[in-house]
């Protein structure tokens, strides 16, 4: 104990002057203050005036005796803490008992040892001391954790809000997805029958797939089925479009890149591959891929792991892999422009989607559907199709297939005055081809019809334009036949010309939108 540091208090509750002039001396020179009371009821008066350390009190007293006065002592709440020392004859083991029933902490015997006393009440305000400071202790503990606990519930409230913005921006993105790529596969022909039935039967399991059709024939919308019906719904759809990034830059892309793995790599970007963990790859236009790219693509889809670029760090997933091609990859491979090994390794089930020239049937189903969901974005009562327009686009060989279909559609709603949906330009053609057509022939003949029947919105060539009406209309056509496309092999900008940047500026200078060349 700390004598003499802090002075600790005594109150010594006896009415025998012997007793009380032994304690007073022993206390007082152990370096206690002590204060003295004769009775029970004084020594409850003066212990709630000034709460002591410890009380040494006495048995038989006049008044209240020792063991009422500690009742009333230990239901003061100041004084419940304080330890209290009963002072008993010797022989009296009844008295203790009663004493500790009291509420009494300790007991001395009567006739006093001073070593015994000191010891005692020494062991006793030790032990509040330590009480004291565990409190203290526990106080600090606890305001720490509230502290501690207000902070994380603040962060958790700034989790919860931004869990819930994102929920909300994800299902708001998740409409925006399915307006953009709905998707109900429309037709009954016989030969969409046969590759939905295909479909059905490869999604459950984990077989890379390989989509061919030519452009516009619904190869995304069937990449997206195969994943929807298929175990890993839950997972991620990743796509990329490899004939849209730039030979250079593909690799990073599919497989992501480590800070300053090249020139402009300023931070580290997470690959599709590592993306679709627990998902699929839709990788469009697999066709496109340089060859160097083609190999790495080949050890992930044996190996199913892969390094970053600039990393030597392997990332092992688990994704399936979903391809599609408008080319004849076979051919591609015999003629060294496509590895035959990845080829083999992608045509595990190959899928055909047949053109719509061979799927006539579809045709008036299609149209319909696509009119009805224009009605519904337009706000406009379109009921039915004009008979004459039904029969030109049955009869329309559509290079462009479904998406030219659509497109078409689109713009004659926009334009159909009355209830019926009518199309008064030329649609080109309408012989059937034979064969496929490539994707840049498809889009050649798309473009140019659009240039060729183009509304409004794009300029003639003759003279009086303007020069930036000029370029606008040039723009416009050249984005309707890329389909909005800017950069890669068949962008916009390898057909102007010009940098993909240079096209963005320009667009934005001549206030081109999707609206322009979308519809
Ligand atoms: N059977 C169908 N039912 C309804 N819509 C369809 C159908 N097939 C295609 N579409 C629509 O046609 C458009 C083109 O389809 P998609 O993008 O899947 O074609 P694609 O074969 O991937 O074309 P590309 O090779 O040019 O990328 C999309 O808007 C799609 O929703
Ligand atoms: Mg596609």
Known sequence: ??????????????????????????LSQAGYRVRVAPDGESALEQAQYAVPDLVLLDVMMPGIDGFETCRRMRRVPSLEPV????????????????????????????????????????????????????????????????????????ALAEVELLKSRLQSENTYLKQEIAEAHPGTIIGSSPALRAALRQVSLVAPTDSTVLIHGETGTGKELIARALHEQGPRRAGPLIKLNCSAISAGLVESELFGHVKGAFTGAAERRIGRFELADGGTLFLDEVSELPLETQAKLLRVLQEREFEPVGSAKTIRVDVRVVAATNRDLAADSRGGRFRSDLYYRLNVFPIELPPLRSRRDDIPV????????????????????????????????????????????????????????VVDWDLGPAQERNGGLTAPEAREAHGSRHNGTAPAQVADTGPGQSLESIERGHIIGTLRQTRGVIEGPRGAARLLDMKPSTVRFRMKKLGISKVDYLI
């Open 366 to 421: 299609l149209a319909e559907h696509f009119m009805r969901r224009m009605a519904r974005k337009l706000g406009k009562p379109l009921e039915r199709i004009a008979p004459e327009t039904l029969r030109l686009l049955c009869a329309h060989s559509w290079p462009g297939n479904i998406r030219d279909l659509q497109n078409t559609i689109e713009r004659a709603a926009v334009l159909s005055p009355g209830p019926a949906l």
């Open 83 to 154: 330890p209290i020392i009963f002072m008993t004859a010797l022989s009296d083991a009844q008295d203790k008992v009663r004493a500790f029933g009291a509420g009494a902490n300790d007991y001395v015997t009567k006739p006093f040892q001073q070593e015994e006393v000191l010891a005692r009440v020494r062991a006793h305000l030790g032990r509040r001391e330590l009480e004291g400071k565990l409190a203290e202790a526990n106080r600090e503990l606890e305001n720490r954790v509230a502290a501690r606990t207000t902070e994380l519930r603040a």
């Open 1 to 26: 104990m700390s004598e003499g540091v802090v002075q600790r208090s005594i109150l010594v509750v006896d009415d025998t002057p012997a007793n009380i002039g032994f304690l007073l001396e022993t």
